[in-house]
């Protein structure tokens, strides 16, 4: 089987919406193509937010794969990435282990896996980067507690959020890698931070219940 990549992981979600190989075109980068007819499609994240109905569609598509528990507590940590790294993250990990949460390796599991993954937590702890991509999925009044180098902003996720209704506690770190952008900078969280957003999230999941 052949390792998973950015590749197989786009086609994965194009398959599992019944797109098959027959209808995709491969085209290369130094032809030029002509088409009879072609339709477009534009671009679905405006200003700061997604359209609603676009993610309502993205919803319906893969409803099936949606998990039918709930109440799970996961953590999505960068461990291998070139960016936006957590510099203490065993400390980190100390702490959400004592919290009694899952640690989940999100970009290694199948498409399905995810949806599944997320459609049945209700609380996630990640760094704010493309593994929190799931939350499309997550319940109504999701609860998140994102971790941030200063300065960085991406507003990807706040938009997710929102549409799931949900709540978020957004804590940021120290950037440690001087002379990096927020974007490309490793960074480090306190501890007395992180406690203080693990107390957020699990007083929030109480007063919803």
């Known amino acids: 089987m052949a390792p998973r990549n950015v590749w197989n992981s786009i086609y994965d979600t194009i398959k599992m919406a019944g797109v098959g190989k027959d209808r995709i075109l491969y085209a290369r980068f130094d032809r030029h193509y002509h088409f009879a007819s072609l339709h477009g499609v534009t671009n679905t994240f405006t200003g700061y937010s997604f359209h609603p109905k676009v993610l309502d569609v993205l919803r319906r598509t893969y409803e099936r794969f949606s998990s039918r528990s709930a109440g799970r507590r996961i953590a999505l940590l960068r461990t291998g990435s070139n960016a936006r790294n957590i510099a203490n993250l065993h400390e980190i990990i100390d702490v959400l282990k004592a919290c009694d949460v899952e640690f989940i390796e999100v970009g290694k599991l199948p498409f399905a896996e995810q949806v599944a993954l997320f459609s049945s937590a209700e609380q996630a702890v990640g760094v704010l980067a493309s593994g929190l991509t799931g939350l499309f999925f997550s319940p109504d009044h999701v609860k998140v ?3 941030a180098p200063e300065r960085y902003e991406n507003t990807f996720f706040y938009s997710i959020i929102r549409h799931r209704h949900g709540l978020m506690y957004d804590i ?13 900078s490793n960074f480090s969280i306190d501890v007395g931070d992180l406690r203080d957003g693990m107390a957020w999230l699990t007083n929030a999941c109480e007063v919803n219940q």
């Open 145 to 147: 507690l994102s971790l």
């Open 172 to 184: 940021r770190g120290s950037i440690t890698d001087f002379g990096k952008p927020p974007m490309f």
